[in-house]
């Protein structure tokens, strides 16, 4: 298994890893909002280790018998909160690629440690003579297959629902659409159901700081007025510096900001109810009326409440000559992209009452 990540990756480097990766038949998986370093709809890719990895990826990152790291820094989030290798023996081959000398050996003492740049390690794995690759070339088909099947999301009863717009978006972004996130449960969204690649990119805080989104997005479409860029936020995160858009409004640009609104701090929410269910402290949040906000700033502004408003929505956004905020109003239980929030009460609830 390879898992790439961290930074200094060049458009050339993204093209010489992957093409190492598929030369030798690797799955290559990517450490936390590092997602656009191996085009996604390569067979080689596997999905992203990040907060909300899958179940899948992550057993079968512990199953694989070598994990090749290239630029990733094998830290808190990478290594499933340091479960997923043996500390210090990983338990398995590890080779570390990083281009700074402390990460390697910091945490787990890896098999061969390299210390290089991204496209400098790149160019050299991309002309190595590709090794038999026959033994695993199944073991890869299979994880891809599950990659696939979870970009799949069962259809939900809700009157919005966010895997079917999510589906929809990795259809209509083109290959070099701009998606920044801010930090919070909503970016599981499309952390899970977008596919990114170069000349694409996804601009995120990897140390998870809410407040990006917004400012990263204005930023990202000043670079390229050109493209299409489509910024992530929850409300509480747009709260903390969607005045940005004054910035978009005085530049005369604007990204499309998708404002997932739960009227919560939902990861915080997810939390109280993980470790102390029922108890709800302080992540109840009173919004303004979000596309009125917008529209203050001279944004559009638009309220999505069901699936088939979206597309218009987003339509009408991008023929916009500003920015646009499309909020959508979120059903509070959509959690996750895989649970809810009476499930993890339930099961919190459940585990308590086994301790008694
Ligand atoms: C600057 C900053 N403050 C606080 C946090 C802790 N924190 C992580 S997620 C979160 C709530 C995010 O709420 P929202 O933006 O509404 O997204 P949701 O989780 O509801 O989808 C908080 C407070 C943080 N990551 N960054
Ligand atoms: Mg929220």
Same mark, same amino acid.
């Given at each position: 298994m390879?898992l790439v990540?961290?930074s200094g990756w060049s458009?050339?480097?993204?093209r010489?890893?992957?093409?190492f990766a598929q030369?030798?038949d690797l799955p290559?998986?990517?450490?936390?909002?590092?997602?656009?370093?191996?085009?996604?709809?390569l067979?080689c890719f596997?999905g992203?280790?990040?907060?909300?990895?899958?179940p899948?990826?992550v057993?079968?990152?512990k199953?694989?018998d070598?994990?090749?790291?290239?630029g990733?820094?094998?830290?808190e989030i990478?290594?499933?909160?340091?479960?997923?290798?043996?500390?210090?023996?990983p338990?398995k081959?590890?080779?570390?690629?990083?281009t700074a000398a402390?990460e390697?050996? #910091?945490?787990?003492?890896?098999?061969?440690a390299?210390q290089?740049?991204?496209p400098e390690?790149a160019?050299?794995a991309?002309?190595l003579?590709?090794v038999a690759?026959?033994?695993w070339s199944l073991w890869?088909?299979?994880?891809?297959?599950e990659?696939?099947?979870g970009?799949?999301?069962?259809?939900t009863r809700?009157p919005l629902?966010?895997?079917k717009i999510?589906?929809?978006?990795?259809? #209509?972004?083109p290959?070099?659409?701009?998606?920044?996130?801010d930090?919070g449960n909503?970016?599981?969204?499309?952390?899970r159901?977008?596919?990114?690649?170069?000349?694409?990119?996804?601009l995120g805080?990897?140390s998870?700081a809410?407040?990006?989104?917004?400012?990263?997005a204005?930023?990202?479409?000043?670079?390229?007025?050109g493209r299409?860029?489509l910024g992530?936020?929850?409300?509480?995160?747009?709260m903390?510096t969607?005045?940005?858009?004054a910035t978009a409004?005085?530049?005369?640009?604007?990204?499309?900001?998708l404002l997932?609104n739960n009227?919560m701090?939902?990861t915080? #929410?997810?939390?109280?109810?993980?470790?102390?269910?029922?108890?709800v402290?302080?992540?109840a949040?009173k919004?303004p009326?979000?596309?009125?906000?917008a529209?203050a700033y001279?944004a559009?502004?638009?309220s999505?409440?069901?699936?088939?408003?979206?597309?218009a929505a987003f339509?009408?956004a991008?023929?916009?000559k500003?920015?646009?905020?499309?909020?959508?109003k979120?059903?509070?239980e959509?959690i996750?992209?895989r649970?809810?929030?009476s499930?993890i009460?339930?099961q919190?609830?459940?585990?308590?009452?086994?301790?008694?």
């Amino acid at each position: 298994m390879m898992l790439v990540g961290g930074s200094g990756w060049s458009d050339n480097a993204c093209r010489d890893i992957a093409a190492f990766a598929q030369a030798n038949d690797l799955p290559v998986c990517c450490s936390f909002r590092r997602q656009d370093i191996v085009d996604n709809r390569l067979g080689c890719f596997v999905g992203d280790l990040g907060t909300g990895a899958s179940p899948s990826l992550v057993s079968r990152c512990k199953e694989a018998d070598l994990l090749l790291a290239v630029g990733a820094r094998i830290g808190e989030i990478t290594s499933q909160s340091y479960t997923l290798l043996g500390i210090p023996d990983p338990g398995k081959m590890l080779i570390h690629v990083h281009t700074a000398a402390e990460e390697l050996g #910091r945490v787990f003492r890896p098999s061969l440690a390299i210390q290089s740049g991204m496209p400098e390690f790149a160019a050299a794995a991309a002309a190595l003579p590709p090794v038999a690759a026959g033994r695993w070339s199944l073991w890869r088909e299979a994880v891809r297959a599950e990659y696939e099947s979870g970009l799949v999301s069962p259809p939900t009863r809700t009157p919005l629902d966010l895997g079917k717009i999510m589906k929809w978006l990795r259809d #209509r972004l083109p290959d070099n659409a701009v998606v920044t996130s801010d930090a919070g449960n909503f970016s599981g969204w499309p952390n899970r159901f977008l596919q990114y690649r170069r000349p694409g990119r996804q601009l995120g805080p990897t140390s998870g700081a809410m407040g990006y989104g917004v400012p990263a997005a204005v930023a990202a479409k000043l670079v390229y007025p050109g493209r299409l860029v489509l910024g992530f936020c929850g409300d509480g995160g747009f709260m903390m510096t969607g005045q940005e858009l004054a910035t978009a409004a005085l530049e005369g640009t604007g990204p499309i900001i998708l404002l997932f609104n739960n009227s919560m701090y939902g990861t915080i #929410r997810m939390h109280q109810e993980r470790r102390f269910p029922g108890r709800v402290v302080g992540t109840a949040l009173k919004n303004p009326d979000f596309p009125a906000l917008a529209r203050a700033y001279g944004a559009l502004g638009a309220s999505v409440k069901r699936t088939e408003e979206f597309e218009a929505a987003f339509e009408e956004a991008v023929a916009y000559k500003g920015a646009a905020v499309i909020e959508l109003k979120m059903d509070p239980e959509a959690i996750t992209t895989r649970t809810t929030l009476s499930e993890i009460r339930r099961q919190a609830e459940s585990r308590q009452a086994a301790q008694v």
